[in-house]
């Protein structure tokens, strides 16, 4: 609503979340409904000759109004003012229970003590509230000490009168119960989201809903999974004299957009390692278009490096290489785990990058027979690969 947002652009600090946010938003309207019914009640019992509780509601409006200018003008005082009024509140609802017959005839007040700790759970969490809940107890057992004497001063009202504060008071309190509960199940959904989201960035989504059910370590087998890496040539030496942040910056705006084209083919980001890149096509979920798929990525991402340059505007450059085969995907450990793969393919494909040429894609022979007759290969002379001697290995042309 736009006077919700107009409330929340004036009461909202810089650097507060979005709970923070939303709680100093819901202030002002809450404080002011509060306002308005008691001004009912108020009017109620001066009616009925009970103006000792209504000056003290008529108090507690003029309280809850300095309390909304305050917010509205010094929003840097919002904590200490709600705390002001949860307390208020409190030693309000005792005077007025007290002037008004206590527990047994003004129970219609009571009902508003409850306010002190529910607001204050709500504002401060458990550590802020537990001052409010031990002042809320001595309010209680003050109201039950002052009942005698809360009996002789207060005058009878009609049953009628009395049911029609109680009704008000209860439905009140029966609605802010319900914004309350409505607020906390509506913050606990938002943070699941950030955390699935957060999940889901780590993990593919079928891989993340079996961890989130079962704890235990995830180990799946495929028969045929294509695994590409990519590494950017003589980064050490690009970036050599160039501030931190700006290296993480342009690493991130790299591999963002490597991200993006992962996406778009539907390949699943494994994870970069310094300067290298990891994806996988056909996992989680087998693909029978695997090699072609990451092939198509590889291209794009010789593409997209073309728009980048080094520090002192030298071309980024690639080593790309591929492979297909059997792998082992899953997730182990207990903290900071990741989707990984293992098996002798993925070592293949890391060796058919460092071995690799400058801006070239680099596959084995496994790659070359799946893409037999869509792509041209050239094949290079037969170079040595580490734990597995001399190989054949091709340069996708086009």
């Not at 009942?147 to 109680?166: D, T």
């Not at 439905?171 to 699941?192: D, I, Q, S, T, W």
């Not at 690009?238 to 390949?267: Q, R, T, Y």
């Amino acid at each position: 609503m736009a006077i919700l947002k107009r409330i929340e652009q004036h009461v909202a600090m810089p650097g507060d979340d979005e709970t923070l946010r939303t709680k100093k938003t819901a202030t002002i309207p809450l404080l002011l409904a509060g306002a308005l019914l008691t001004t009912v009640n108020a009017v109620t019992y001066f009616s009925q000759g009970m103006t000792s509780a209504g000056r003290i509601y008529i108090g507690w409006i003029l309280f809850v109004l300095l309390a909304v200018v305050l917010i509205w003008f010094f929003p840097r005082f919002w904590l200490p003012v709600i705390y002001a009024v949860i307390v208020g509140v409190m030693i309000t609802a005792l005077g007025v229970s007290f002037y008004s017959g206590g527990f047994q005839s003004g129970v219609e007040a009571t009902f508003w003590m409850m306010l002190g700790p529910i607001s204050a759970a709500l504002v401060a969490g458990v550590r802020g509230s537990i001052m409010v809940i031990i002042l809320y107890v001595v309010v209680v057992f003050t109201a039950v000490y002052l009942e005698p004497f809360a009996r002789s001063v207060a005058p009878e009202l009609s049953l009628n009168i009395r049911m029609q504060l109680a009704t008000g008071n209860m439905l009140m309190m029966g609605l802010f119960a319900f914004a309350a509960v409505l607020y906390l199940m509506r913050e606990v959904e938002r943070y699941r989201q950030r955390a699935d989201d957060l999940l889901l960035n780590i993990l593919p989504g079928s891989i993340a809903s079996r961890l989130k059910e079962s704890p235990e370590t995830i180990a799946d087998g495929y028969s045929e999974v294509s695994v590409l890496f990519a590494d950017i040539v003589d980064f050490t030496t690009l970036s050599s004299g160039a501030d931190p942040v700006e290296i993480v910056n342009l690493l991130n705006d790299i591999f963002s957009s490597f991200d993006d084209l992962a996406a778009k083919h539907g390949l699943e980001k494994i994870k970069t390692i310094g300067d290298a890149y990891m994806v996988a096509a056909g996992i989680p979920e087998p693909r029978p278009d695997h090699a072609e798929a990451i092939t198509e990525f590889a291209l794009d991402m010789l593409d997209v490096v073309e728009n980048y340059a080094g520090f002192h505007g030298e071309p980024i450059r690639l080593r790309v290489g591929i492979n297909t085969g059997p792998v082992v995907a899953g997730v182990i450990g207990r903290q900071k785990f990741i989707y990984d793969l293992w098996g002798d393919a993925v070592n293949v494909a890391s060796r058919m990058e460092s071995n690799g040429l400058t801006n070239q894609i680099q596959v084995t022979e496994a790659v070359k027979e799946k893409l037999s007759g869509r792509y041209q290969f050239q094949e290079r002379e037969p170079i040595y690969i580490k734990g597995k001697g001399m190989m054949v290995t091709y340069l996708l042309e086009s």
